[in-house]
């Protein structure tokens, strides 16, 4: 009787170790990842423009910034919508940018770029804090960006002044804090924070996963 005890016992822990595996991912998967939708839904099927606002203090310290980060988030965006089949088109930042560069209004007025390049929407970001490196300490980098993020019904039959107002992102790199500054630190940094940038206006668009 004893043996038939041991067994029956041994059968018992055996079910509830099998049943713990099975159980393990899913516990794991709920506890640590949260789906987000996106905050602005509309641009499946859309052809969009991004245009991307700096100080002229920002152009100053970094000429081509504008113009490298509209390139980031319009690779990236681009590249997400496209690997989730949603059809939306990004119009070259390159197109934008020298369009820009001759018509010095638009890049304050978001619907002569939408007639511009006939787009159905314009996501218009202002950049309100650029630094790459550490304020306090300027031997060391300490990369941060703050934008507003607005998105603009540029749609012909769209009434005027038609617009979204998204939260405002801040995206910062590296994010355990201050580095050394060196020639190669500082190119890492800076292509770190754009690509966090990118990533963190990109996902505003599409539904993501996050970690917990």
Not at 94 to 118: C, H, M, N, T, W
Not at 132 to 137: A, F, K
Request: hydrophobic share 40%.
């Amino acid at each position: 009787m004893p043996s038939k005890r041991i067994s029956l016992a041994v059968v018992t822990m055996s079910c509830l170790s099998l049943a713990c595996n099975w159980l393990t991912p899913i516990i794991f998967i709920g506890e640590h990842q949260k789906r987000i939708f996106p905050e602005f839904d509309k641009l499946p099927q859309k052809r969009v423009a991004i245009v991307i606002w700096t100080a002229p203090a920002t152009l100053f310290d970094y000429p081509h910034a504008r113009y490298e980060l509209a390139t980031y988030l319009g690779e990236k965006l681009s590249y997400e919508m496209e690997q989730r089949d949603l059809g939306t088109t990004v119009v070259d930042a390159r197109d934008i940018e020298d369009y820009l560069q001759k018509d010095l209004d638009a890049q304050i007025d978001p619907s002569r770029v939408g007639r511009k390049f006939k787009t159905d929407y314009v996501i218009y970001i202002e950049i309100l804090e650029f630094q790459v490196r550490d304020p306090e300490s300027p031997l060391f980098l300490k990369g941060e960006i703050e934008a507003s993020v607005v998105v603009h019904d540029t749609r012909e039959d769209a009434p005027p002044l038609t617009k979204f107002d998204l939260t405002t992102v801040t995206s910062k790199f590296p994010l355990l804090g201050p580095i050394m500054m060196t020639s190669t630190n500082s190119q890492n940094v800076r292509e770190g924070l754009y690509r966090t940038f990118a990533e963190d206006v990109a996902r505003k668009f599409y539904e993501h996963n996050i970690d917990l």
